[in-house]
């Protein structure tokens, strides 16, 4: 019986810990191939279309800051607090039943 009253609040903390760690992966993801993308654009392009952007020819490290998109890092954050508070209630639940 203890098994089954855990096994929904195992389940969530489980999915709650994998998309928090894919949120945080598809951010870093997409922040590093979309400066790098950027990067390559910019160094394609001829000098007098260059000087005009407000980075100019900076290099990577410039055009992957400014793509940094946090939307994506906060849902990760969110999700992954959210398992931690799932754990530790799972905890303080088992503690307060042996107690009872």
């Not at 195992?10 to 999915?15: C, E, G, K, N, Q």
């Not at 810990?17 to 922040?31: K, Y």
């Not at 160094?43 to 793509?67: F, K, Q, R, V, W």
Request: charged share 15%; no cysteine.
């Amino acid at each position: 019986m203890e098994r089954e009253e855990r096994l929904p609040t195992m389940v969530l903390r489980w999915a709650a810990t994998g998309a928090g760690i894919l949120a945080f992966a598809s951010a870093v993801a997409v922040t590093v191939l979309e400066g790098y993308a950027t990067y390559l654009t910019m160094h394609s392009l001829p000098e007098d279309l260059t000087a005009a952007s407000s980075t100019g020819l900076g290099s990577i490290g410039i055009y992957i800051i400014d793509n940094i998109d946090l939307l994506f890092f906060v849902v990760g954050l969110n999700l992954l607090l959210l398992a931690a508070v799932l754990s530790r209630g799972t905890r303080y639940y088992q503690d307060v039943k042996e107690l009872v």
